[in-house]
């Protein structure tokens, strides 16, 4: 018994099957009483003090420290600014509080760069936070949240089952859920999707991700690097690693979807079949959507109604041309300070420009430019082919192939 809770402090979110035996067994109270018709809030707080302490215990204790500490951070900034707001609404109070919340991460990102270390405050999981707190301050600002409770927020910001890895949930939709239990008729169905979803995050992550991430791609790139077939080592390496990125990407927010069903909350999931879609304005709306939908609503939003209100371009073009722009350079950066996420994040906003673009020209010439199967399967074809490439400059591998050729 010592040795099995010896373990426990080891078991990082959805990464081996004990803690998915262990995950099984202690949410099967939360089960049988959410089959009633109700919710175990008490049981379903230890759960999360409980897989969050086998997270970030052990080895990973200062993460632990950190993310008490990063709580309790965001939990002052968010109370004093719903306190100020309740009394004003204008002022330079509003940017204070969305730098000081994102402040961390802007450090946690900064640093490693230049020291080659995690800072101190580190923990799994600190982006997703970081979103979901910038989100509160920002709805607060707009008048959108009413109230905001300590207990709700901090359930909001640690819900474990997403905490590591998305999909980032909406506060006003989170906290409806966890006051309004889900019938015993709606429940039957959450579980059953719950279950789909984790056996679906199985075939995703430990075999499909397994075999292209694990087999495949060391063999490919020491191919490719060997010299003998860079070409067409770099063509496969494309296509593998796409498909690799999203089957185990995919996989951990299935996990974190279908525990959060079992839990009675409809987290929103975080891909649509990406690969099918027909341009790139449609892949994001398909691709990591809670964080496509985020970027979308908090910072292109704002960014594109802050410059046309106040007259920086006279077209309105011009305006989310530079929007897409500044948006997609600032996603490039959050993914890291190399220069191959800047572009991989630029790149795509020369996309969506394009696309934009081509939309408009279509609409003006809509009697000469043909809409049949064959018109939408070149432009699935090109759109999955641009999203690859996309992600082969995100990999870091041209990075690595310019390294090995000087």
């Given at each position: 018994?010592?040795?099995?809770?010896?373990?426990?402090?080891?078991?990082?979110?959805?990464?081996?099957?004990?803690?998915?035996?262990?995950?099984?067994?202690?949410?099967?109270?939360?089960?049988?009483?959410?089959?009633?018709?109700?919710?175990?809030?008490?049981?379903?707080?230890?759960?999360?003090?409980?897989?969050?302490w086998?997270?970030?215990?052990?080895?990973?204790?200062?993460?632990?420290?950190?993310?008490?500490g990063?709580?309790?951070?965001?939990?002052?900034?968010?109370?004093?600014?719903?306190?100020?707001?309740?009394?004003?609404?204008?002022?330079?109070?509003?940017y204070?509080?969305?730098?000081?919340?994102?402040?961390p991460?802007?450090?946690?990102?900064?640093?490693?760069?230049?020291?080659?270390?995690?800072?101190?405050?580190?923990?799994?999981?600190?982006?997703?936070?970081?979103?979901?707190?910038?989100?509160?301050?920002?709805?607060?600002?707009?008048?959108?949240?009413?109230?905001?409770?300590?207990?709700?927020?901090?359930?909001?910001?640690?819900?474990?089952?997403?905490?590591?890895?998305?999909p980032?949930?909406?506060?006003?939709?989170?906290?409806?859920?966890?006051?309004?239990?889900?019938?015993?008729?709606?429940?039957?169905?959450?579980?059953?999707?719950?279950?789909?979803?984790?056996?679906?995050?199985?075939?995703?992550?430990?075999?499909?991700?397994?075999?292209?991430?694990?087999?495949?791609?060391?063999?490919?790139?020491?191919?490719?690097?060997?010299?003998?077939?860079?070409?067409?080592?770099?063509?496969?390496?494309?296509?593998?690693?796409?498909?690799?990125l999203?089957?185990?990407?995919?996989?951990?927010?299935?996990?974190?979807?279908?525990?959060?069903?079992?839990?009675?909350?409809?987290?929103?999931?975080?891909?649509?079949?990406?690969?099918?879609?027909?341009?790139?304005?449609?892949?994001?709306?398909?691709?990591?959507?809670?964080?496509?939908?985020?970027?979308?609503?908090?910072?292109?939003?704002?960014?594109?109604?802050?410059?046309?209100?106040?007259?920086?371009?006279?077209?309105?073009?011009?305006?989310?041309?530079?929007?897409?722009?500044?948006?997609?350079?600032?996603?490039?950066?959050?993914?890291?300070l190399?220069?191959?996420?800047v572009?991989?994040?630029?790149?795509?906003?020369?996309?969506?420009?394009?696309?934009?673009?081509?939309?408009?020209?279509?609409?003006?010439?809509?009697?000469?430019?043909?809409?049949?199967?064959?018109?939408?399967?070149?432009?699935?074809?090109?759109?999955?082919?641009?999203?690859?490439?996309?992600?082969?400059?995100?990999?870091?591998?041209?990075d690595?192939?310019?390294?090995?050729?000087?």
């Amino acid at each position: 018994m010592s040795k099995l809770i010896e373990m426990f402090p080891y078991l990082e979110p959805y990464q081996k099957p004990m803690y998915f035996i262990i995950l099984g067994i202690l949410l099967i109270p939360s089960i049988i009483y959410s089959l009633k018709g109700k919710r175990l809030v008490w049981y379903q707080a230890l759960l999360t003090l409980f897989f969050l302490w086998m997270s970030f215990a052990g080895p990973h204790k200062e993460q632990g420290y950190a993310l008490i500490g990063y709580v309790i951070w965001q939990i002052v900034l968010a109370k004093c600014y719903f306190t100020y707001r309740q009394k004003a609404n204008k002022g330079i109070w509003f940017y204070i509080s969305v730098f000081l919340s994102i402040l961390p991460m802007i450090l946690i990102k900064v640093i490693p760069f230049y020291t080659n270390e995690q800072p101190i405050f580190y923990f799994l999981g600190y982006s997703y936070l970081t979103f979901k707190s910038v989100q509160v301050i920002m709805e607060t600002r707009d008048g959108i949240i009413k109230e905001l409770k300590i207990r709700d927020y901090i359930q909001f910001m640690i819900f474990f089952p997403t905490i590591s890895s998305g999909p980032i949930d909406r506060f006003r939709r989170f906290t409806k859920e966890a006051y309004n239990p889900p019938t015993k008729e709606k429940y039957t169905i959450l579980l059953e999707k719950g279950i789909h979803y984790i056996f679906m995050g199985f075939l995703y992550k430990f075999i499909i991700a397994y075999v292209l991430g694990i087999r495949l791609l060391p063999l490919i790139q020491e191919r490719a690097l060997g010299q003998e077939f860079i070409i067409q080592g770099s063509i496969a390496y494309m296509y593998v690693y796409s498909l690799y990125l999203f089957f185990d990407f995919a996989g951990y927010s299935l996990f974190a979807v279908g525990v959060s069903y079992l839990l009675g909350y409809e987290t929103p999931m975080n891909f649509n079949k990406p690969f099918i879609s027909h341009n790139i304005k449609e892949f994001w709306n398909r691709w990591h959507m809670s964080l496509s939908f985020w970027f979308r609503d908090y910072v292109y939003m704002r960014l594109m109604l802050t410059l046309v209100k106040k007259k920086v371009f006279k077209s309105q073009i011009t305006a989310s041309n530079i929007s897409y722009f500044i948006l997609f350079f600032i996603m490039g950066i959050w993914h890291g300070l190399e220069w191959y996420y800047v572009v991989y994040g630029l790149f795509h906003a020369a996309l969506i420009c394009s696309t934009d673009a081509w939309i408009r020209f279509k609409k003006k010439h809509k009697d000469k430019i043909p809409s049949n199967k064959i018109t939408k399967g070149l432009s699935m074809f090109l759109t999955f082919n641009a999203v690859c490439f996309s992600l082969l400059i995100f990999s870091g591998y041209l990075d690595t192939l310019i390294k090995h050729l000087m």
